[in-house]
């Protein structure tokens, strides 16, 4: 398996602009996360879904952010729309199974919103 | 919710030596600490972990303590590397573990003095 595949890498828009973070989890985990990382704030969880369905999503910083898993092999987090204090890296991640185990992080989208 | 702090912000060690990286939480229910590894450009990579019911656990040269009482864990590098260089993270996890999302500290960047 290839791992957890984010696109973008890189992204840079300007303000009021609509963003779209893509992310493939690996094939048959059932757990899917997103993070944001920024210097201030360090990693934080933003919302994650069981089965394609979001569980907990009170990491969300406000109204401009929403997420998707249409289904296991895809999600979507938009930021619409976008200001510069979004300006950081998103991680998803995704783990096989409820109970202490692993999360995968896939390599980041660094976004930059000016 | 989960609080963890994480001790020191940067460490620099002479190659050869030992680094200790100390961690705290603050919810007595948390029950996975899982550490990470996050190298530059890329996503937090699991290195080792511990389960509540150890108190500690070694993988080669690396080790994790954890004292449930006193709420902390630390992680341990002997006989450090160029390789080790990066940025390390402490998490906690309750109930459901990987399944609720963790939390992170700040991060610890290593730095390896050849």
């Known amino acids: 398996d290839a791992g957890v595949i984010q696109s973008p890498r890189h992204e840079v828009t300007e303000m009021g602009q609509e963003v779209t973070l893509r992310c493939k989890p690996i094939?048959?985990?059932?757990?899917l996360f997103w993070y944001r990382q920024t210097m201030m704030r360090g990693l934080e969880l933003l919302i994650y879904?069981?089965?394609?369905?979001?569980?907990?999503d009170s990491g969300m910083p406000e109204d401009r952010f929403s997420a998707k898993m249409p289904n296991a092999s895809f999600s979507t987090l938009k930021i619409q729309p976008s200001e510069p204090r979004d300006s950081a890296v998103y991680f998803c991640?995704?783990?096989?199974?409820?109970?202490?185990?692993?999360?995968?992080f896939g390599q980041g989208t660094r976004l930059t919103v000016v | 919710g989960e609080n963890v702090e994480q001790h020191p912000s940067t460490l620099s060690v002479q190659e050869g030596d030992s680094a200790v990286i100390k961690c705290t939480y603050s919810?007595?229910?948390?029950?996975?600490f899982p550490w990470y590894k996050q190298e530059l450009g890329k996503g937090p990579q699991l290195i080792i972990d511990?389960?509540?019911?150890?108190g500690e656990k070694k993988d080669q040269r690396i080790a994790v303590t954890l004292n449930k009482t006193a709420k902390h864990f630390s992680l341990h590098i002997t006989e450090t590397q160029p390789e080790d260089s990066a940025v390390y993270f402490c998490?906690?996890?309750?109930?459901?573990?990987?399944?609720?999302?963790?939390?992170f500290g700040k991060g610890t960047h290593l730095i390896i003095q050849p």
């Open positions: 879904f069981n089965n394609n369905v979001p569980i907990d």
């Open positions: 094939s048959g985990h059932d757990y």
């Open positions: 991640a995704s783990s096989a199974r409820a109970g202490p185990t692993e999360a995968f």
């Open positions: 511990i389960r509540s019911n150890v």
């Open positions: 919810d007595s229910a948390s029950n996975y």
């Open positions: 998490a906690a996890s309750t109930g459901g573990g990987g399944a609720d999302g963790l939390t």
